[in-house]
């Protein structure tokens, strides 16, 4: 029930922070609500999948799968409400992917640079830089996964 729990309130977080930062970007009024939604699906399905792969995986493997296929996940809910509402799905992703970037690893990156720990700065560094990739490697899933689906119907 805890756990239940807690992904609720992380979900309404995600929606908030995906919502306040669609704001701050100033995509149009109508598609506000759509790109919260898209916020908070994406950091629904990385919790999600964090939590499944705990007892299979390393932690930084966990955290690195679920960014992988939350942001594929992004992908795709956002083109097809890009359609629903005839907007750029850029519009969409943006907001959707600001729950999961990997700040608070670049935070500590930087923290052992200045206190001068640069063997915890090299290895943090380097799952920034492998959570990127996987982002990255999302993105491309989704549109190879929603051109696929394009083609499929043009024939």
């Known amino acids: 029930m805890t756990v239940i729990l807690n992904l609720v309130y992380q979900t ?10 669609g704001i701050i970007l100033n995509i149009p009024r109508r598609t506000l ?5 898209v916020g908070a699906s994406s950091w629904l399905t990385y919790e999600i999948v964090i939590y499944l792969t705990r007892p299979v995986l390393e932690k930084n493997w ?4 679920g960014a992988f296929i939350a942001t594929t996940v992004i992908g795709l809910v956002s083109l097809t409400m890009s359609r629903a509402q005839k907007v750029p799905i850029l519009i969409y992703n943006i907001p959707g ?3 999961l970037v990997p700040g608070a ?20 560094f380097e799952l920034v830089v492998i959570i990127v990739g996987a982002i990255a490697t999302g993105f491309w899933l989704a549109e190879l996964i929603n051109r696929l689906r394009g083609m499929r119907r043009l024939c």
């Open 12 to 21: 309404l977080l995600a929606y908030i922070g995906a919502l306040a930062f």
């Open 105 to 124: 690893q670049a935070y500590q990156v930087v923290r052992n640079l200045v206190t001068g720990h640069r063997e915890v700065a090299a290895e943090n």
């Open 62 to 65: 966990c955290i690195i799968v």
């Open 33 to 37: 609500n759509r790109a919260g939604i």
């Open 97 to 99: 992917i600001f729950p």
